[in-house]
């Protein structure tokens, strides 16, 4: 062993390229806050300076889904949402990963009527579940950290969309007027 | 002696007022849905009255009401007429004769006079034979989302409407889902599966 440079006497260290990857990954996430209910309080109580979301490298988020790398569905999601849903989880760009952000947007919680989408995972892959309604600012740095660990070994929810066709355009005709 | 809100509509109105009773200061009158427009009309225009704000407009479906779960009526049993239309012994001319089938909605109003400071409620109730009703668009800019909402959930339709669409649901949404009948298990999602 004579022969071999004595590593620790050099200035550089070898790694593997999917762990550097996942280690610089892991501290720059830009979440797409997809916000439609009560929950967003809570997600703003979280991400403002008393609890400080920015700690783990998430203090930035992006409100183009094209510029985000997770997507933070914070708040029930109604089946006329659900397109537009689709849509802004189909806009964003590889690598991805989705947070189901409350009870509503895990199982439903407690809406089962007409109007609700019981669980967003029927519609796009989700990494993690953070329960709870609303989840405390503990419970959502909890998961945040478990979706680091996440992206740090590169996991993903499965890759393959639920749904191969793309989201139907429902048929509704352009109308500018329509909120009058 | 100043009279009440629904004396004064029930003497004006003797022949579109159906019932009228006020209870901790709540005034409500039970018209006719024949005499919409017209008592409308003197509700935001005559200078004791002017109720210059529609608050509230909306719906009831009294399918079940008064029923326990094992006796729910399906459409074809006769449903249980509304509190207020239970017959007594003296009834009135307009509650001979009706058959509990009928009048299985109601459309509420409820008025607020910024003026006068005073608050009237107004219910319409509707044969199912033929449920629509005259919008109030034209009295009150407020009407429109409210009787789309209606129309939405309800399927009550009200002729003169300027845009009588769906407003909450998705346009290719089927039936009205706060009908009674709708069934509580019923789902219509645009994508995914029937979750």
Redesign the interface.
């Known amino acids: 062993m004579a022969d071999s440079p004595d590593v620790a006497k050099l200035n550089w260290m070898t790694t593997r390229i999917d762990a550097a990857l996942g280690w610089a990954r892991k501290f720059s996430i830009f979440q797409y806050p997809f916000v439609t209910a009560c929950c967003g309080m809570e997600y703003m109580a979280t991400a403002t300076s008393h609890y400080d979301m920015d700690r783990f490298g998430a203090g930035f988020p992006r409100f183009s889904p094209r510029q985000a790398d997770v997507l933070f569905v914070v708040g029930t999601i109604s089946h006329k949402l659900a397109p537009v849903l689709k849509r802004v989880y189909d806009q964003m760009t590889e690598p991805k990963w989705v947070v189901a952000f409350g009870v509503c947007t895990c199982t439903g919680g407690f809406y089962d009527n007409y109007a609700t989408v019981m669980g967003i995972d029927t519609i796009i892959p989700v990494d993690v579940y953070i329960p709870g309604c609303p989840p405390r600012p503990e419970n959502v740095l909890d998961g945040l950290m478990k979706l680091q660990e996440k992206i740090a070994q590169g996991e993903k929810a499965p890759a393959a969309v639920l749904f191969s066709a793309r989201p139907q355009e429902v048929g509704l005709p352009h109308r500018p007027e329509a909120h009058l | 002696m100043t009279l009440r809100l629904t004396e004064t509509i029930q003497q004006r109105f003797s022949q579109q007022v159906l019932l009228t009773h006020h209870s901790l200061g709540q005034e409500t009158v039970v018209i006719d849905r024949a005499g919409l427009l017209l008592i409308a009309e003197f509700l935001r225009d005559d200078p004791h009255m002017r109720f210059d704000f529609l608050m509230d407009l909306t719906a009831v479906d009294y399918l079940k009401f008064g029923r326990t779960l094992s006796s729910a009526p399906t459409l074809k049993t006769p449903s249980p007429l509304p509190y207020f239309m239970k017959p007594k012994p003296s009834a009135n001319p307009w509650q001979r004769g009706v058959s509990n089938d009928e009048f299985r909605f109601e459309v509420v109003y409820h008025f607020y006079s910024s003026e006068h400071n005073h608050r009237l409620r107004l219910k319409v109730p509707l044969n199912v034979a033929d449920l629509s009703l005259a919008s109030l668009t034209q009295l009150w800019a407020s009407a429109?989302w409210f009787e789309r909402e209606v129309w939405d959930l309800f399927g009550i339709t009200f002729n003169g409407h300027?845009?009588l669409?769906r407003i909450?649901?998705?346009?290719?949404f089927e039936g009205h889902?706060l009908r009674k009948d709708?069934p509580?298990r019923?789902?219509?999602?645009?994508?995914?599966?029937l979750?």
């Open positions: 429109n300027p845009n669409r909450l649901m998705y346009e290719s889902p709708y509580v019923k789902r219509q999602p645009i994508i995914g599966p979750n």
